[in-house]
Nanobody, 116 residues
Framework: QVQLVESGGGLVQAGGSLRLSCAAS????????MGWYRQAPGKQRELVAT???????IYADSVKGRFTISRDNAKNTVYLQMNSLKPEDTAVYYC??????????WGQGTQVTVSS
């Protein structure tokens, strides 16, 4: 089993910054990637960014150049630095961890609200 604990959400004005953290505990063997997804009211959950154990990062087009994902393998923690935030970034952000072969774990979610 894997437990994912998120922190760092909150309310910020447009143009501001927030940093999300997600610490994973429990199973470590076979982890492929960790990342962030988000879900806005009335919309489907969507990928924000993921990063593999080797450090390869993938971003949604909507956040490229504004968000940066990073991970500390020793701490089993992934971070999402969000800059130049826009009202359309408002959503619940969920931490995700993917394991071989096809196991996925999710955090409880943290609210990010960007006011205009």
């Amino acid at each position: 089993q894997v437990q994912l604990v998120e922190s760092g959400g909150g309310l910020v004005q447009a143009g501001g910054s927030l940093r999300l953290s997600c610490a994973a505990s429990g199973r470590r063997v076979g982890m492929k990637s960790m990342g962030w997804y988000r879900q806005a009211p009335g919309k489907q959950r969507e990928l924000v960014a993921t990063i593999t154990s080797g450090g390869t990062a993938i971003y949604a087009d909507s956040v490229k150049g504004r968000f940066t994902i990073s991970r500390d393998n020793a701490k089993n923690t992934v971070y999402l630095q969000m800059n130049s935030l826009k009202p359309e970034d408002t959503a619940v952000y969920y931490c995700n961890a993917d394991f071989i072969p096809n196991d996925a774990y999710w955090g409880q979610g943290t609210q990010v609200t960007v006011s205009s």
